[in-house]
């Protein structure tokens, strides 16, 4: 696998200040960085990096009780396309929200109307919004849209100018319609995150494993992802408290081995 295209999702070294994952990556010469919000503080430090940012993570949430609560969410993701501006991300990743009580299909509703409202200020800004079908394990706490089928139902009401699909390896590898709902997001690939599922899988949350570790086929998945035209940064992204308590030169280091072996 061409290195060049790795990235380091920031969450894989949670423990690291964003000028220390910078420096992390410019020591390991990984050469994109996927940036969470509540980790912009000193942003000012990617300009100067060398490196270039593919994603922001997050908007989404959508769903709420109430009509007040709906527009304060419109509004954090109106904010979130300005911060990806403000670091030239250009993929704003959209992790939807579950329902805010057992309406699950009136929450799924909710996300069409929340990416409506900001899909004009993402595409006159150059973010294009990246719906990422979450693991239904995760339906009833971040996110009803489960599968890739639904995510791409989702985006195609939209300009793909403005929205597009990340796919996650961990949240889709087992779905098995996975490389027909690939090939119809074709064109609208905006992200491609990668990390592999343990067996038994420690954690819901915090369980993700390295690449080889697990049992995904991140290779075949990773080249029908390039068949339908996304030819952009791989975001390494590993949620796991045992690598984020590791030395994270050491974790950098197998992350470069695996990714250039495996995918």
């Known amino acids: 696998m061409d290195l060049g295209r790795l990235s380091l999702n920031q969450i ?3 423990r690291l200040s964003l000028s220390e994952a910078v420096a992390a990556c410019q020591r390991h010469s ?19 990096s060398g490196l270039s940012v593919s994603s922001l993570c997050r908007g989404g949430m959508f769903p709420a009780l109430t009509v007040t609560e709906r527009q304060a969410c ?7 396309i300005d911060e990806a501006v403000s670091i030239g991300a250009p993929t704003l ?60 139902a989702l985006a195609m009401q939209f300009d793909a100018a403005a929205v597009g699909i990340v796919i996650d390896a961990f949240h ?5 319609d996975l490389y027909a709902g690939i090939a119809r997001a074709k ?11 343990l067996v038994p899988l420690p954690d819901v949350l915090l ?31 590993i949620f796991n408290r045992a690598i984020w308590d590791s030395d994270p030169d050491s974790v950098l280091t197998t992350m470069r081995e695996r990714f250039d072996a495996l995918l």
């Open 207 to 237: 369980g993700r494993g390295m690449m080889g570790d697990g049992v995904i086929e991140l290779r075949r998945i990773r080249e029908a992802v390039d068949a339908a035209g996304y030819h952009g940064p791989v975001e390494v992204e």
């Open 187 to 197: 064109g609208r690939i905006t992200g491609f995150h990668v990390s592999d599922w």
């Open 30 to 48: 990984i050469g994109h960085i996927g940036v969470w919000r509540h980790k912009l503080g000193g942003k000012e430090i990617l300009r100067d």
């Open 93 to 152: 990743v959209l992790v939807c929200g579950p329902a805010a009580d057992r309406d699950i299909s009136a929450a799924r509703g909710m996300v069409a109307v929340g990416i409506a409202a900001i899909a004009g200020h993402a595409r006159a800004a150059g973010v294009k919004l990246g719906i990422e079908p979450l693991h239904p394990m995760f339906a009833a706490d971040r996110s009803v849209i489960t599968t890739l089928a639904e995510a791409n």
């Open 172 to 176: 889709v590898w087992w779905d098995p």
């Open 12 to 14: 894989t070294t949670e």
């Open 74 to 80: 419109i509004d954090d993701n109106l904010r979130a």
